[in-house]
């Protein structure tokens, strides 16, 4: 019994590790920018289709191509933000959600073109490899995203709290009216977290490659915890997204072992609504705002 | 984001495809003089303007074979494969000298495009119908797709040919034609190959919970007391998961010696690595469709040895199979894929009924089909080896093989009489 709930926490605090960098860019993108990226899976799904096309054409190790997956997101993303996304910020939020949905299914159905919807997966020397620990296991490639997307997250931490520009998209964040009376330039601020919470879809991509099969519906598999772990973490709030995407993969986890396999995501939306009604603005909500 | 991949029919091969094996004229290996040339480019022209005139006498009349795949969408790349099998059964019969009984007349394939999507099939097979003079018709490889262009065909009455196995086309119909095991039977015999692992078969039952998941494993659940096999696991899950380690769990937890999962590819590629990962001693039985395949092994690699499935066809069942694997391969680059192996017999099957209606009228080849009896030849390269339709357009003695994943290879290893390898232990 020990040993199952120990194994359940384990699995669950993995694939956690992979909805908190979706979710971080989710949430990066709704504090500041104040839209909601529908497309956010779609280019964790792109990111995944990089790494495999390296992996298959160049020998690339999925790992080492985050190196490349990453930048070339963020990219997209200051383009987007450039060339789409600033042209429908206003008051009317309507433009903004039809964008990123229509960004959505352009990005689903080109890839469907492109690389049809076959599975795709890539082969490393780790990928069914496990520590065995007493009568526990640990995948090794489930651990190496885990400890990439805790690092990932932990300079963005850095980032948003000891540079300028950080400290600008926080302040953008908070209240984004003051901050460009302060003299902030919301065109920079937005293109650079809308690049960076792409870059984190990217990295996701990557690091789910080598335990996880690449077709073009994959990111919707994992938006939807984004979007969860979002409302639950407090929108716009990055340690609220990162703190609620790991308890959602242990509830996840909890839920199919001790509920039923079916159950995973009830036993995550019960949580929700718990959150939901006992700390309405979520877990990362200041007190006395 | 439902149907969203219909946005393939802007790029869909809409057009149907035809391949025709005309002989090459004797006349075009002599040298050509000035008056040769003026008989020929008048024809032509005179062809042109005139509308085509067939050339009667010359040769007989091509015999029409509709085939009805999904090349583009989801199921596109097994489609593809299909119409690759479609073209080479066409081939292998027009170079043994076409029907005999209608002057050697060739098999003209007819392709169309159902893009994977209900709806397009049925208006496909409306427009393929309407818009040729065919004889038969063979698709459409899944069943849903097939259930709805069976029916467009029953009331056409065209008869059609198909290696899907849903029992439903075998309800009500007279035109539709199933060569093949039926779902039924898959059933049947995957409980009888968990016995073949242990005496004591403890089987955990893992199926997602959609109508296809829920339907099967409760095939399996009525059947399984019969055979003497033990359910010690029977559990749903969400299709599309994530994460198989705690399912995988659970599974270790129940004790069970074989694991039956009812899966799509992706959930069943995550499953059989998180098996390995977890170091579980424990015999997978992947069922059939996407686990024959050979993406199957391409994408689940060494971890795939050992692992054991149903299907229909199998390219190890006769030395004819054999010979129609290699020419695939040949073609393709994969082995014949079950659906595939099985078209090319069904093509035959056919050129059979043809060759005796010795007519092309599409309701004298249902008659020559529901009388057909064969035992030998390619239209016979089927586990069991004999095919004879029942009423129902239910071949009599159709059964599944059961296979097995072998040096990147599916070997066929039960029942008995269809075992060209022994079980691999794992």
Known sequence: MWETLAQAVINGLLIGGIYALVSIGVTLIFGVVKIVNFAQGEFVMLGMYISFFLATQFGIDPLVSLVVSMPVLFVAGVLIQHFLIRRVLGPNDMPQIFLTFAL???????????????????????????????????????????????ALSGLLWLFLHTTDLGRAMRAASQNRDVAMLMGINPNRVFAVAFGTALALAGAAGSLLMPFYSAYPFVGQVFVLMAFVAVVMGTLGNVMGALVASLMMGIAESLGIQFVGADSGLIVVFALLLLTLAFRPSGLGARRGR | MPRSHRGNAMIGDRKPSAINNAVPTKASQKKLNRRRFLIKTGGVLAAGAFGAVPLRGWAADPINIGALYPSTGSMAQIGVGCVAAAKLAVDMVNEAGGI?????????????????????????????????????????????????????????????????????????????????????????????????????????VIFENTAFGTSTSNGLKELAPGEGVEIVMFEPYSAGFTDASPLINKVKASGANTLFSLS????????VRTVKQ????????????????????????????????????NHDVNDDAQKVNAEFKKRTGEFAFEYAGGLVAQTFMLADALERAASADPKKVREALSTLDVSSGYAAMAPGGKVKFGPDGKNVYGRPVGVQWQNADLASIFPKEDARASLMKT
């Open chain 2, 100 to 204: 005999k009984s209608l002057g050697g007349a060739k098999l003209n394939l007819i392709v169309s495009d159902v893009q994977s999507d209900t709806t397009v099939t049925r208006t496909e097979t409306d427009r393929l119908i309407s818009g040729n003079k065919l004889s038969a018709i063979h698709g459409c490889y899944a069943s849903a797709l097939t259930l709805i262009a069976s029916e467009v065909c029953e009331r056409a009455r065209v008869p059609i040919i198909t290696g899907s196995s849903s029992d439903q086309l075998n309800k009500g119909r007279s035109y539709t034609f199933t060569p093949f095991a039926r779902a039924s039977q898959f059933a049947k015999a995957q409980l009888q190959m968990a016995k073949l692992v242990s005496e004591q078969a403890k089987v955990a």
């Open chain 1, 104 to 150: 959505s299914l352009l990005l689903l159905n080109l890839s469907l073109m492109l690389f049809s919807a076959n599975y795709r997966t890539v082969h490393t020397s780790y990928s069914d490899e496990a520590w065995h620990i007493g009568g526990l296991y640990i995948p090794v490639a489930k651990l190496i995203a885990f400890a990439v997307a805790m």
């Open chain 2, 278 to 313: 977890v170091g579980l001693n424990i015999a997978i039985n992947g069922g059939s469709g996407g686990f024959v395949m050979p993406d199957f092994y391409k994408n689940v690699g060494k971890a795939a040895e050992g692992l054991q499935g149903v299907a229909h066809w």
């Open chain 2, 264 to 271: 799509y590819l992706n959930d069943l590629i995550l499953i």
